[in-house]
T-cell receptor, first 112, second 110 residues
Framework: GENVEQHPSTLSVQEGDSAVIKCTYSDSASNYFPWYKQELGKGPQLIIDIRSNVGEKKDQRIAVTLNKTAKHFSLHITETQPEDSAVYFCAASWDSSYKLIFGSGTRLLVRP | DGGITQSPKYLFRKEGQNVTLSCEQNLNHDAMYWYRQDPGQGLRLIYYSQIVNDFQKGDIAEGYSVSREKKESFPLTVTSAQKNPTAFYLC?????????FGSGTQLSVL
């Protein structure tokens, strides 16, 4: 079955710097790749997603890139702010399975 | 106010006891899910339901049971057969692949 690996597990950056989180997936049939942000004590919230027919997608300060050949995708956050501090999860799914397989999460700390 | 409501926020289970976690949504989504989250780990799928009166096991269904008698409700029972139930439980609903999560229930063993 599908397996998603996420790195790094923790990431500390200075406010204003960029942050990059990377994920790899194992099933080449996967075609949907969302990113979720989870704040302490809350449920994850979808922040951006990408499908396999697109190489890059941007939404203000966040962007996601996908390399289907290498089977990896990345989240890029520019001009980081303290409110970006949270746990970020990548995930993958295929066709209409409606089953997301999640990575293990990255705890991002943005230092003021 | 639309969304997904999980209750209770905190729950304690005694040895040999079954406990039920509530999940209600008013988003009119067909699909609903239960995930388990352990510290430092990703979310693991327990059960999911794509339509009323139908549900499927996820990757870690042993020791858990669910029902889907109404579109709005998808309760999860943690049975005494689940030997390590301490975790953060997340319910989600979706109209497609995009999941909308509740705020979670923290279950602990006394």
């Amino acid at each position: 079955g599908e397996n998603v690996e996420q790195h790094p597990s923790t990431l500390s950056v200075q406010e204003g710097d960029s942050a990059v989180i990377k994920c790899t997936y194992s099933d080449s049939a996967s075609n949907y790749f969302p990113w979720y942000k989870q704040e302490l004590g809350k449920g994850p919230q979808l922040i951006i997603d990408i499908r396999s027919n697109v190489g890059e997608k941007k939404d203000q300060r966040i962007a996601v890139t996908l390399n289907k050949t290498a089977k990896h995708f990345s989240l890029h956050i520019t001009e980081t702010q303290p409110e970006d501090s949270a746990v970020y999860f990548c995930a993958a799914s295929w066709d209409s399975s409606y089953k997301l397989i999640f990575g293990s999460g990255t705890r991002l700390l943005v230092r003021p | 106010d639309g969304g997904i409501t999980q209750s209770p926020k905190y729950l304690f289970r005694k040895e040999g006891q079954n406990v039920t976690l509530s999940c209600e949504q008013n988003l009119n989504h067909d699909a609903m899910y239960w995930y388990r989250q352990d510290p430092g780990q990703g979310l693991r799928l327990i059960y999911y339901s794509q339509i009323v009166n139908d549900f499927q096991k996820g990757d870690i269904a042993e020791g858990y049971s669910v029902s889907r008698e109404k579109k709005e409700s998808f309760p999860l029972t943690v049975t005494s057969a689940q030997k390590n139930p301490t975790a953060f439980y997340l319910c989600a609903s979706s109209p497609s692949e995009k999941l909308f999560f509740g705020s979670g229930t923290q279950l602990s063993v006394l």
